[in-house]
């Protein structure tokens, strides 16, 4: 009679998970396959037959190694995702270890540091195409009137990518400094007292206590926003289209490029896969990192 | 559209009229064609017609009018003018899956061999050889043949008719500043790269400006030079951007704008160089005529008296000043072909041309009637100098040579968009000229075999 | 940190006071500060195609979101109740959706979706989203289900209730406030995506976040517009997620961490 029972619920639970196997199957396993089958033809939109032309499946990948832009855009999208996820987390950690100071102006404060994480992502872009567009930016008319004009950032070869960096760590600051809050509030009081007794200054607190404490909290914020910086795309739609030249082109942005300004898609699918194998192993360090911390599971 | 209760009465004769002409359609399709007069105009009632072009001064123009075109023909327009790259981008992402987003869109210059060549878009002969469709008057012979060439496939089918024929020119938006180092308007590259030296930070205003477009404004003077974009187009589609006259002319044509142009002109949009040249901050420009005449003719422009206007500069070669045509054309997948067909009638009718002409001061229009016009010429007679004729000498000139063909290939987009990277990497300094167009030519080589397309070893 | 505050908050500020500056200020260097603000920009989308984009914008967001929540709920609920076999491997399946980068997603999407006539249309970004809100909602919705006590659902079927019936009438009311927070996270989701709806959209689906880039035409910036427009497209997010801002976390990171 138990055993009836226990097997009838769990029939009823394997009846609630199938809904979403199946959905997610459909959404996203099956464009999976016809990413990988796209990419072995030569599919260019203005000539439909290639569609089917599976005659050379390696043609694309063959190609990809011999395309210097696109060994550009891996070596970009390396500076990019290194110089953002740096500042982000060293300006997440300090950024949090001030909002973590408990009052009540500061926690009014937290609620607005929040603002830049939350906006759409294309409103973020626009609002940095207005400050760095010299002609309308109140920056550049302000460092021009104290005598400091400085270049239009988003043309210039060694600029335009420090200033999505820049974008980019503004919008997400807010994301690392929340983890760095959430793991202090989690932090036992007992071992900053310990420390504190021995006659430990701030500083030292910091570096010995805190942020050994904060290490896995930030490693994962890291994954994440490293994974997220692969997807990189509004940013440099609206400011840079990848220039000057293709100082700013990162792989994501180049498939979009090939694939949709001009139709090869079967190239633009190898290049994707590329990226997808990427961000699979990425996610697959976090899990492994998350599982062991156990948040997930 | 319009619910006034003073249009009511005539809103119901035209229900009444809408239903009898109806009946008549439906005998005509039993009978014969439909009485030439009676289906005109009231079949739209109620469609609702999607067009998109990148803005222009004759789009502004269209827009303008378009209520006289919905009142006439009781049709709703939803007419997009996005910029020209999210034009083109949008534009060519439907067409490629023959989507039926838009009834009429632009046929951009550098797409239409891409857009006509993969059957992209519909040939308007059916159109043309209905008489209840076009009536005769309408003449679409009229067309500047030069215009219609991009239009027009191999065997002579039209796929558009032309709303612009742009033609390069150049512009000194300060002249007085030329004048005043005892100098002219340049007439060659050398003495181009002269005044730009003598003139350049004068009074405040750097000596030369030009927009984004690299790969429309740099072959103008690749040609100059004597190079080729590519080696016999169409036939022969290998591509030359190697060259020691490539070379040469794209680090010319960089240290215009690296050194003689003002901060951020690398990214400047084609109306950020108007901007800059109209409020007098920009002296010199190299541009289709239709952005360079209204420095003598916008209300806000700060240089109509000293601007001057001049052929294209020639180099060892000669003069090579570009030349495009834009027209509008229908989709495949066009839900309302019919429809589309009447805005397009509407929109290049000799009425409206003329309207953009005299009344507008738009300067490159594409029908002869216009041209002919004696009112024409003397409109584009701008501070006190010819427009016309120079206008017109660039597209018979381009004609005549025939050297446009490079820009109207299937492939173009793909080039071009090489051209654009190596022109801003030797601007910016990344690359000496030599190592950029020979990336660029790598580059253009992995294209060509990603289109299939068979080169010279 | 007031300083701070401002700084950090430059930039939005900045934006909202140009979409009701009069454009003549917009454009005139160096920026003035004082002017007399105007609603023509709004008056000006108004009038225009904007509202329709805006409505698709809430359509599409609001269906995706609904039907993520009935698919996704029970799903979370069973793996947070049951163990399955590979469970490890559709946890993984999951948190990889969410990870994917958006493009490997729409080449097949777009190259399919041209068969099934659903480009530009509604329908097709509604099943697009739930790629990424199906996979939201599972991990939310398992951590919520994984804080309310399971002998609660043993106590509804002491009475005699089957698993489903102690899901609806037990488990699910005391999730209600996560549920509440999942949808407003999966709305925002859907309402701030603009690399689907670029290439998926045209003219009659086309999303606020695409229509506003259409503004940034070449003959005159049409700085107040974009101004205006992107104000209308953030101000629902913000009052949104202000509501939701404990849950932002655990939102961004697809629920795999909690915070």
Same mark, same amino acid.
């Given at each position: 009679?138990k055993r009836?029972?226990a097997?009838?619920?769990?029939r ?7 809904p979403?196997?199946v959905?997610l199957?459909v ?5 999976t ?5 796209t990419?072995l ?10 569609a089917?032309?599976?005659?050379q499946?390696s043609?694309?990948y ?19 995702s290194?110089g ?9 950690l300090?950024?949090g ?20 994480m939350?906006?759409?992502?294309i409103?973020v872009a ?7 567009t010299?002609?309308i930016?109140p920056?550049h008319?302000?460092?021009?009137a104290l005598?400091?004009?400085?270049p ?7 600029w ?27 932090m036992p009081?007992?071992?900053?007292e ?7 200054a701030g500083w ?5 206590v805190?942020l050994?404490?904060?290490r ?5 914020a890291?994954?994440f926003?490293?994974?997220d ?6 940013l440099?739609?609206i400011?840079t289209d990848?220039?000057p ?5 990162v792989?994501?942005?180049y498939?979009?490029r090939?694939?949709?300004n001009?139709?090869y898609?079967?190239?633009?699918s190898?290049i994707?896969l ?5 961000v699979?192993?990425?996610?697959w360090?976090l899990?492994r990192?998350v ?7 | 559209?319009?619910c006034m209760p003073?249009?009511r009465p005539r809103?119901s004769t ?16 039993v ?13 739209f ?13 004759y789009?502004n123009?269209?827009?303008e ?7 006439k ?5 939803n007419?997009e ?14 067409l490629?899956?023959?989507g039926?987003a838009w009834?009429?869109?632009n ?8 857009w006509?060549?993969?059957?992209w878009m ?19 012979g009229d067309?500047?043949?030069?215009a ?6 191999a ?18 938006s300060r002249?007085?500043?030329?004048e005043?180092?005892?100098m002219k308007m340049p007439?060659?590259?050398d ?13 405040g205003?750097?000596a030369?400006?030009?927009d984004?477009?690299?790969?429309w ?12 974009v ?9 591509p030359?951007?190697d ?10 044509y ?8 003002p ?6 949009t084609m109306d950020?160089g ?5 409020t007098?901050r920009?002296?010199l420009?190299?541009?289709a005529i ?12 700060t240089?109509?008296t ?8 020639r ?9 495009v ?5 229908i989709?495949?997948g066009?839900k ?12 290049l ?8 002409a005299l ?12 041209i002919?016009?004696?009112?024409y010429?003397?409109?584009m ?7 016309a004729?120079?206008?017109l ?5 381009s ?8 820009r ?9 968009d090489k051209?654009?990277?190596?022109i ?11 190592e ?8 253009a ?8 397309i068979?080169?010279?070893? | 940190?007031? @300083? !701070? *505050?401002?700084? &950090?908050?430059? $930039?939005?500020?900045?934006? +909202?006071q140009m ?5 003549a200020?917009i454009?005139?260097?160096?920026p003035r ?13 108004w ?5 329709v984009?805006l ?6 967001s609001?269906?995706?979101? @609904? !039907? *993520?929540?009935c &698919?996704?709920? $029970?799903?979370?609920?069973? +793996?947070?109740?049951?163990r399955f ?7 993984f ?14 080449l097949?999407y777009?190259?399919?979706?041209r068969?099934?006539?659903l480009?530009?249309t ?8 739930l790629?990424?809100?199906?996979s939201?909602?599972i ?7 994984d ?7 043993e ?6 209730a089957?698993?489903?019936q102690g899901?609806v ?13 999942t ?6 989701f ?8 670029l290439i ?6 086309i ?11 070449y ?7 974009i101004?205006?427009?992107s104000?209308?497209v953030?101000?629902?997010?913000l009052?949104?997620s202000?509501?939701?801002?404990k849950?932002l976390?655990?939102?961004l ?7």
């Amino acid at each position: 009679m138990k055993r009836a029972l226990a097997g009838r619920r769990d029939r009823t639970y394997t009846l609630c998970l199938l809904p979403s196997l199946v959905v997610l199957a459909v959404v996203t396993l099956a464009p999976t396959v016809y990413l990988v089958a796209t990419s072995l033809t030569p599919l260019d939109l203005t000539r439909p037959a290639t569609a089917l032309d599976f005659s050379q499946p390696s043609g694309n990948y063959a190609l990809l190694l011999h395309d210097d832009r696109f060994w550009n855009s891996v070596w970009v999208q390396a500076k990019l995702s290194a110089g953002t996820v740096a500042f982000q987390l060293v300006g997440g950690l300090a950024l949090g270890l001030l909002l973590a100071v408990r009052s009540g102006f500061v926690e009014a404060c937290r609620t607005l540091f929040l603002i830049p994480m939350v906006l759409p992502p294309i409103v973020v872009a626009i609002m940095w195409k207005v400050l760095y567009t010299p002609d309308i930016s109140p920056v550049h008319s302000a460092l021009a009137a104290l005598g400091l004009p400085i270049p239009a950032l988003i043309t210039h070869p060694d600029w335009a990518l420090p200033a999505i960096v820049i974008a980019d760590v503004w919008e997400w600051l807010p994301f690392t400094a929340l983890m760095v809050l959430a793991a202090l509030k989690m932090m036992p009081e007992e071992a900053l007292e310990a420390a504190r007794i021995d006659g430990a200054a701030g500083w030292q607190v910091l570096r010995h206590v805190v942020l050994p404490y904060l290490r896995p909290a930030l490693l994962v914020a890291g994954l994440f926003r490293l994974i997220d910086s692969v997807k990189a795309f509004p940013l440099i739609y609206i400011l840079t289209d990848g220039g000057p030249g293709t100082v700013t082109e990162v792989t994501n942005y180049y498939a979009f490029r090939q694939a949709f300004n001009f139709s090869y898609l079967g190239f633009s699918s190898a290049i994707t896969l590329a990226l997808v194998a990427a961000v699979f192993l990425l996610s697959w360090w976090l899990v492994r990192v998350v599982g062991a911390r156990g948040d997930v599971e | 559209m319009t619910c006034m209760p003073l249009h009511r009465p005539r809103g119901s004769t035209r229900r009444m009229f809408l239903k009898t002409s109806a009946a008549a359609v439906g005998l005509g399709l039993v009978a014969a064609r439909a009485p030439a007069v009676l289906g005109q105009a009231k079949e739209f009632k109620g469609v609702t017609l999607n067009g998109a072009c990148f803005q222009h001064a004759y789009t502004n123009v269209l827009k303008e009018f378009l209520k006289e075109f919905e009142e006439k023909t009781g049709m709703r327009v939803n007419f997009e003018t996005p910029a020209f790259p999210v034009y083109n981008q949008r534009a060519d992402l439907d067409l490629s899956t023959r989507g039926s987003a838009w009834d009429f869109l632009n046929i951009t210059f550098i797409y239409s061999g891409r857009w006509i060549g993969a059957g992209w878009m519909s040939s308007l002969e059916e159109f043309l050889s209905d008489r209840n469709a076009t009536p005769p008057d309408w003449d679409a012979g009229d067309f500047v043949s030069g215009a219609q060439a991009s239009l027009t496939d191999a065997k002579g089918t039209r796929y558009g008719f032309a709303w612009e024929a742009g033609a390069m020119i150049m512009a000194a938006s300060r002249y007085d500043l030329i004048e005043k180092a005892g100098m002219k308007m340049p007439e060659t590259f050398d003495q181009l790269r002269q005044v730009c030296a003598a003139v350049d930070g004068k009074d405040g205003v750097k000596a030369f400006v030009n927009d984004n477009l690299h790969h429309w404004h740099w072959p103008p003077y690749l040609m100059g030079w004597g190079g080729k974009v590519f080696a016999n187009p169409p036939e022969n589609l290998t591509p030359a951007l190697d060259s020691r006259e490539a070379v040469e002319s794209a680090e010319y044509y960089a240290n215009l704008l690296r050194q003689y142009s003002p901060s951020g002109a690398l990214s400047y949009t084609m109306d950020q160089g108007a901007l800059a040249q109209r409020t007098g901050r920009a002296n010199l420009r190299t541009q289709a005529i239709a952005w360079l005449a209204p420095l003598a003719t916008a209300p806000d422009s700060t240089v109509k008296t000293t601007v001057r206007f001049a052929y294209m500069p020639r180099g060892p070669a000669g003069a090579f000043p570009g030349s495009v045509s834009h027209g509008f054309g229908i989709p495949v997948g066009a839900k309302n072909k019919r429809a589309a067909w009447e805005f397009i009638k509407w929109a290049l009718s000799k009425e409206m041309v003329r309207r953009a002409a005299l009344e507008k001061g738009y300067i490159a229009v594409c029908r002869k009637s216009v041209i002919d016009d004696p009112q024409y010429r003397k409109n584009m007679t701008l501070n006190g100098q010819d427009l016309a004729a120079l206008y017109l000498r660039v597209l018979e000139e381009s004609g005549r040579l025939g050297y446009m063909k490079y820009r109207v290939v299937p492939v173009y987009p793909q080039v071009g968009d090489k051209m654009h990277k190596a022109i801003e990497r030797i601007v910016t300094n990344q690359q000496p000229a030599r190592e950029a167009m020979a990336q660029a030519q790598r580059e253009a080589v992995l294209e060509l075999k990603k289109a299939g397309i068979k080169i010279d070893a | 940190m007031a @300083l !701070l *505050a401002a700084v &950090v908050l430059f $930039p939005f500020l900045w934006l +909202l006071q140009m979409s009701v500056k009069p454009t003549a200020d917009i454009n005139v260097f160096p920026p003035r500060l004082l002017f007399t603000p105007t609603g023509a920009h709004y008056r000006a989308l108004w009038e225009g195609a904007f509202p329709v984009s805006l409505w698709n914008s809430t359509v599409v967001s609001a269906t995706t979101t @609904l !039907l *993520a929540l009935c &698919v996704g709920v $029970p799903a979370a609920f069973a +793996l947070s109740r049951a163990r399955f076999r590979h469970e490890g491997a559709i946890a993984f399946w999951i948190l990889a959706t969410r990870m994917a980068p958006p493009i490997a997603f729409t080449l097949p999407y777009f190259l399919i979706y041209r068969h099934l006539d659903l480009l530009d249309t509604r329908l097709g970004l509604v099943v697009i989203y739930l790629t990424f809100n199906l996979s939201l909602v599972i991990w939310m919705m398992r951590s919520f289900f994984d804080a309310t006590p399971r002998s609660l659902d043993e106590a509804a079927w002491i009475d005699g209730a089957s698993v489903w019936q102690g899901f609806v009438r037990v488990t699910l009311p005391l999730a209600t406030p996560g549920i509440t927070a999942t949808a407003i996270l999966c709305f925002l989701f859907s309402w701030n995506d603009f690399f689907f709806a670029l290439i998926l959209t045209r003219t009659r689906a086309i999303t606020a976040p695409v229509a506003v880039v259409n503004f940034l035409n070449y003959e005159g910036w049409e700085w107040g517009k974009i101004a205006a427009g992107s104000t209308l497209v953030l101000l629902p997010v913000l009052v949104f997620s202000l509501l939701v801002r404990k849950y932002l976390v655990g939102g961004l990171t697809a629920g795999a961490v909690r915070a």
